[in-house]
């Protein structure tokens, strides 16, 4: 097994959680079956048994395997027991091993249910919080809540074992706390965090600021695809009237709008419009804060919705224990080694189906020597 490469010596750190007498195969082959499955398309224990007995003499190339291939058996309880927070700290070391994060980087923090993963007796599907490094096009890490309203907690969490210290942190309006604003301070980073009804006595201010300021500075951005005309109008405050006797929100230098009008050509469908509010620590000009307000947007088409499109993540039906946790974790690692071969110029699923036929490539993806 090539002991040099990242994704091994980081992923050998987790505990094994069965007793001596039952582990006749290899706790990081196990690991390395998951990953490998899941980039080539495997989407159940059953699929990844069946992927990896295809590929075992492939496999071994690489892996030990001292009794060949592991059942289904053996797979779904070894993901069901393995320390989902162990897991999850492996992760986010082998993301910071294998990510030159730029000073400045917008790091977008959203919560995503995943629906098929609901527990029997809870009426809430598991509810996930990651965080996206939207130049880098990498998941930084995540952490589980019973429940979206509970991100107000796990939020926190996050901060704790993520370095974001020199970046811009953005997050949605739920997670627009004082509390998380002076965490991401604490942590030598900046905020942008959207403002909406919970928050009521700061929105009302905002809008105050808007109403009547006689600074404001503008900036107007049009975007044209996909049958539409997207115009979206940024307005930047920072000599506030309202705010800063009312509202201790720590080093809150700027405030900002986005009026957006959505119009359909070719289309009877009458045109969109939303106006969003927005607090941050930075001083900067307006036509920045335009850009990266919506960056932030990234982790939603290039995170969730391709955890649901690429990876069928909203179909996964695993409950049991940590089974969900620890699978989301073997998404995002797939995810991330995906993301980052940059030779195939494709999408996800182009890329997963190439690895899965081409060993060289799959390889090549891995990072793995043989």
């Not at 590929?55 to 797979?75: A, M, Q, V």
Request: charged share 25%; glycine share 6%.
């Amino acid at each position: 097994m090539d002991k040099q490469n990242k994704l091994v010596g980081i992923f050998s750190q987790v505990k094994d959680p069965r007793s001596h007498i039952n582990q006749l195969h290899n706790l990081i082959d196990i690991l390395l079956i998951g990953i490998i499955s899941v980039i080539c398309g495997a989407e159940t224990w059953k699929q990844m048994v069946g992927f990896a007995k295809s590929k075992e003499d492939f496999l071994r190339t690489f892996l030990e395997l001292p009794n060949g291939i592991p059942s289904e058996d053996t797979i779904n309880r070894l993901f069901t027991s393995i320390d989902s927070i162990q897991l999850e700290n492996c992760f986010i070391e082998w993301v910071s091993s294998i990510a030159d994060l730029s000073s400045g980087q917008i790091i977008a923090i959203d919560g995503k249910t995943i629906r098929g993963a609901k527990h029997k007796g809870k009426k809430s599907p598991i509810h996930m919080v990651s965080a996206w490094a939207c130049e880098n096009n990498l998941v930084l890490g995540q952490v589980k809540t019973d429940e979206k309203s509970n991100e107000i907690t796990a939020i926190p969490n996050l901060l704790d074992i993520l370095d974001v210290s020199g970046n811009i942190v953005s997050i949605d309006a739920m997670g627009t706390q004082k509390e998380i604003a002076k965490k991401i301070i604490d942590n030598d980073a900046n905020y942008i965090l959207a403002v909406k009804g919970n928050q009521p006595q700061l929105l009302e201010h905002i809008q105050d600021e808007f109403r009547f300021s006689k600074q404001i500075e503008i900036d107007k951005n049009e975007d044209l695809g996909h049958g539409r005309i997207e115009t979206r109008v940024c307005s930047l405050i920072t000599d506030f009237q309202f705010i800063e006797k009312q509202n201790e929100w720590i080093n809150l230098t700027s405030i900002l709008r986005i009026e957006s009008i959505r119009e359909f050509k070719n289309s009877a469908k009458e045109k969109e419009t939303s106006t969003r509010y927005y607090i941050s620590s930075l001083k900067n000009d307006v036509s920045y804060f335009q850009s990266a307000i919506r960056s932030h947007w990234a982790v939603e088409n290039k995170l969730h919705w391709t955890l649901d499109v690429g990876f069928s993540e909203d179909e996964s039906r695993k409950r049991a224990g940590n089974a969900s946790q620890n699978y989301s974790v073997l998404l995002k690692i797939a995810l991330n080694l995906l993301k980052n071969e940059k030779t195939e110029k494709q999408g996800i699923k182009g890329k997963r189906l190439k690895a899965g036929w081409d060993n060289q490539y799959l390889l090549k993806v891995l990072k793995i020597k043989v």
